[in-house]
């Protein structure tokens, strides 16, 4: 079963963050231009029916546009469709990430209302920089469950402003791959660990990335380590609602 649907392949790079971006580099390596932005032949699997039933189950969680940004200006054209798709099914639950935050509000269905409960949007902020130009404009939007990527991480930020609003249900954080990697410094993971411990948000180390300093010292890690280091680390903060209507550590 697939945990990914990509109804668009091919991107433009926005930010700090897609300096070494892994579609660029995975492309490029197939002599593939990843600026070439085009439907794939995957673009309506949340519709599509095979021998016992739908592709995607009832129930699913899907992460979309994995190899593209959902809210690139390119695929304004298709968009619509895709929605109606998500619309469509209600009981799989659509997790979006984007760098084009900016976009998100003149990019929303006519019929969203104050969001629609089977989609969670994540806004990626590499840095103090992009956390700051996104993240006022994020929590304004209507959206039913938002969360926050610092991935790749590349520097120490302090999102606890955004935090305390309350809005943001988890912070995941990560370092860059690839033989260029930029580094990830623990101490920034650690404070960013910290301001979701005092707002009670959950918190994700997912990855090391390829090029970690931790006291000082730089590790040099292969992609096949970068996870299980992280999980490793046993830093992950999950809050559960107690009966009272407030939070304690799950
Ligand atoms: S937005 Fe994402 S997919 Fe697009 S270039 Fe940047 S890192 Fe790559």
């Known amino acids: 079963m697939k945990d990914t649907w990509n109804p668009w392949h091919g991107c433009r790079k926005i930010s700090e963050g897609c300096a070494h971006c892994y579609m660029y580099r995975r492309d490029l390596s197939v002599g593939r231009d990843p600026t070439q932005i085009e439907k794939t032949a995957d673009f ?15 129930g699913s969680s899907i992460f979309t546009c994995m190899t593209s940004d959902f809210f690139l200006e390119q695929a304004d054209s298709w968009r619509a469709e895709a929605w109606e798709m998500i619309r469509v099914r209600k009981s799989v639950h659509f997790f979006i990430i984007t760098k084009r935050v900016l976009r998100i509000g003149a990019c929303l269905p006519p019929d ?6 089977n ?39 302090d999102a606890e402003k955004y935090l305390a609003t309350g809005k943001i249900r ?52 292969e992609r096949a380590l970068q996870m299980p280091q992280a999980r490793r680390a046993r830093i992950d903060l999950s809050w559960e609602k107690d009966d009272e209507g407030g939070t304690r550590m799950g």
């Open 44 to 58: 309506a699997l949340p519709m599509k029916k095979g021998k016992n039933g739908w592709k995607i189950p009832d």
């Open 112 to 117: 969203w209302g104050e969001g629609w409960e």
């Open 119 to 157: 989609v969670s949007i994540g806004a990626t902020a590499e840095n103090q920089k992009r956390l700051d130009q996104r993240l006022d404009e994020f929590l304004a939007l209507p959206l039913k469950h938002r969360f926050l990527v610092c991935e790749p991480m590349l520097g120490n930020m």
């Open 170 to 221: 988890r912070v995941i954080a990560g370092g860059e791959s690839g033989p260029e990697a930029q580094e990830l410094d623990y101490d920034w993971v650690l404070n960013l660990r910290e301001q979701c411990l005092r707002t009670r948000t959950d918190f994700h180390f997912k990855q090391t990335g390829a090029n970690f300093i931790k006291d000082g010292k730089r590790y040099r890690l």
